[in-house]
C-alpha cells in the first residue's frame, strides 16, 4: 500500500472540499463560543443531540472584518450583535476553507436573524406553556406589594446605564423620600444570565426580611438582548421569589416571559423608580386624608360629646336643686321632730330624776332619824339586836345628836 506524506494528504481534502462545496452553503448551529478579535469575530458551532444529550458535531467558523461590516449594514448593528451571542441558535451562509496547516475552518458570508428569531419565540411559547401548566405563571404577582416600599434589593449589572438611571430617579424624587437599594450585580445577557440571576435570587431569599421588593433593570435591547428572560429556568426562579418582583428591563414592545411572570413589569429602570415613588405619594396621600377624617370625625364626635355634657349638666343642676329642697325640707322636719323628742326625753328624764332623788332623799338616815328613829351603835357597828350588845358603851344617834350610853 502506497504511503502519502501529510501534506499531499491535506492537499487532496482541500481539494475534496473545493470540488464538492464550491458555493456557499447553509447550515443552522449553535454559537458555543463568541470571540472578537481584530475586528474579526471567531466562532465555534456545535449541533447537539437530542435532549440536549451532548455534541454531535462542532467546527469553527470565522467572519472577516469586512464581511461583518457588511452584515451589520444589510441586518442592522443591533440585531446582528443580538444574533451573535453565546447560546444562540443561528443559520449561517458558508463557504468551506481547508488549509493544510491551520485544518477546516468554516467562512461566514451572511446569516439568517429571522431564524435565531423564530427559535427564540418557539422557546418563548414552550416556555409560557410548561409555566402555565404547572399554575406558577402569577404564583409573584398574588404576593402582596407593601405600601411603601422603600427598603429595595436590585439586580442589575454594575456597569449598567439602567442601574444608574434607576438609582439617580428614585434619589431626585422631588417629595424628600427616602430609599435603600442594595445591588446584585448579575449578567443581564448571554448565557450567564439564568445562572447568575438565580444566585442572587437566593442570596436575597436568605435576606429577605431586609426587603420590600425585588427590582430588576437593564438598559435597552432588542428581541435578541432579551433572550436570556425567556429562559425556563430563570421565569421558575423569579416567580418563586421569596417577595414580589418589579421589571423593567428597557423593552418598548417585546414582551418577555419574564415581564408576565413577575408582580409588575415596567418598560424602563426609570419608569419602575417612578412607580416606586409614585407608590409611596400614593400611601401618603391615603395616610393624610385618613388623617384629616379622624380630626374631622373626633372634632364632631368631641362636639357632640361637649353639647351632651351641657345638657346632662343642666339636668343634673336641675335636679340637684330640686334634692337639695327636697333635703332642706327632710331637714328641717327631722329637725323639729329631733327637737320635740329631745325635749320629751329630757323631760322625762327630769320626772326620773326627781322621783329617783325624793326616793333617795326618803331613804337617807336623816329623813328617818327626823321620824322619830335612832340609830345605835357599839364600836362602829349598827345594832339591830339587843343580843348583839356587848357589855361597855353604846352610841345612839338622834336627830339632832348623839346619846352615849351603857350597858352592864
Partial sequence: METMPLSRLATFIRRVFALNLPEPVWVSAELAQVNESRGHTWLTLVEKGENEAGIIAQLEAVIWSGKLKRIHKLHG?????????????????????????????????????????????RRRQATLEALSRDGILDRNARQPLPPAPQRLAVISADTAAGWSDFRRQLAENGYGYSFTADLYSAALQGQQTTEEITTRLRQIGR??????????????????????????????????????????????????????????????????????????????????????????????????????????????HQTGTAVLEAGHLRTAAQRKELHYLVRHQLERAGDRVRQQSMLLNALRPETTLARGYALVSQEGRILTSPDKAVPGKVEVRLRDGKLVLRRD
Fill in 77 to 121: 448593528l443591533r440585531l446582528t450583535r443580538g444574533v451573535l451571542q453565546e447560546g444562540m441558535s443561528v443559520r449561517l451562509q458558508v463557504s468551506t476553507s481547508f488549509h493544510e496547516r491551520y485544518g477546516l475552518r468554516l467562512i461566514v458570508e451572511d446569516l439568517d436573524p429571522e431564524h435565531t428569531l423564530g427559535n427564540l419565540e
Fill in 207 to 316: 435576606r429577605k426580611a431586609e426587603y420590600d421588593l425585588i427590582v430588576i433593570v437593564r438598559g435597552g435591547g432588542g428581541k435578541t438582548d432579551l433572550a436570556a428572560f425567556d429562559d425556563e429556568a430563570l421565569c421558575r426562579a423569579v416567580a418563586d421569589a421569596p417577595l414580589p418582583v418589579i421589571v423593567g428591563i428597557g423593552h418598548e414592545i417585546d414582551i418577555t416571559v419574564l415581564d408576565r411572570v413577575v408582580h409588575r413589569s415596567l418598560k424602563t429602570p426609570t419608569a419602575v423608580a417612578a412607580y416606586l415613588i409614585d407608590a409611596l405619594l400614593q400611601t401618603e396621600t391615603r395616610l393624610l386624608n385618613l388623617g384629616r377624617r379622624i380630626a374631622a370625625t373626633a372634632t364632631a364626635l368631641l362636639h357632640g360629646e361637649t353639647s351632651s355634657l351641657d345638657r346632662k349638666a343642666i339636668a343634673i
